[in-house]
């Protein structure tokens, strides 16, 4: 059982708009900021959106991220199948000494 | 480049001690903590650990406190996990990564490519 909550699935057609949530608590995203993370089949994770909403150099525009009160979401906008991937949030606890939590993850599927 | 080398899978048996490693190159290395997090077949990311490379200073995980141990050389520029008698249940993908920056805002933006450890009888 993840500490951050996010649905197991997701899916969309090429060119839609998909949104994937995370739901955490006050320990965590309630006053930290989500990062969020792709992982492609086979593949190490990247780095997709930090600090709620910045986007590393080299991630097209269409991943967008947003955080309110102890959730964050991850939008994708103009869906494209290379799209097709696992999709994690994560944030800082500040419990037990703190340390990161992650999410169990979202698969996206492209139709 | 900035880029984290991990070493190779490892096979092993229930017991056995095992040092993995993840080599730094194109930044200073110094100045990043470097994380380790676990991906047990088909599952989801746990995050294990951190070190900051400059002065060892080291937390863990309470899921994966006492399991393992994080450690780093900084005069060979890279990081270790170890563990002192392996389980099955370990059995997993492991990649380190670097953080960004001096808080978790800023995410772990370089990872290495993985190492797999398989731990069968």
């Known amino acids: 059982q993840s500490v951050l909550t996010q649905p197991p699935s997701a899916s969309g057609t090429p060119g839609q708009r998909v949104t994937i949530s995370c739901s955490g608590s006050?320990?965590?995203?309630?006053?930290?900021?989500v990062n969020w993370y792709q992982q492609l089949p086979g593949t190490a994770p990247k780095l997709l959106i930090y600090?709620?909403?910045q986007r590393p150099s080299g991630v097209p525009d269409r991943f967008s991220g947003s955080k309110s009160g102890t959730s964050a979401s991850l939008a994708i906008s103009g869906l494209q199948s290379e799209d097709e991937a696992d999709y994690y949030c994560a944030a800082w606890d500040d419990s037990l000494n703190g340390h990161v939590v992650f999410g169990g993850g979202t698969k996206l599927t492209v139709l | 480049e900035v880029q984290l080398v991990q070493s190779g899978a490892e096979v092993k048996k229930p017991g056995e001690s095992l040092k993995i490693s993840c080599k730094g190159s194109g930044y200073s290395f110094t100045s990043y903590w470097i994380g380790w997090v676990r991906q047990m077949p088909g599952k989801g990311l746990e995050w294990m650990g951190i070190i900051y490379p400059g002065d060892s200073d080291t937390r863990y995980s309470p899921s994966f406190q006492g399991q393992v141990t994080i450690s780093a050389d900084k005069s060979i520029s890279t990081a270790y996990l170890q563990w002192s008698s392996l389980k099955a249940s370990d059995t997993a993908m492991y990649y380190c990564?670097?953080?960004?920056?001096?808080?978790?805002?800023?995410?772990?933006?370089?990872w290495g490519q993985g190492t797999t450890v398989t731990v069968s009888s």
């Open positions: 006050s320990s965590n995203i309630g006053s930290n900021t």
């Open positions: 600090s709620n909403n």
């Open positions: 990564a670097r953080r960004g920056g001096d808080s978790s805002s800023y995410g772990m933006d370089v």
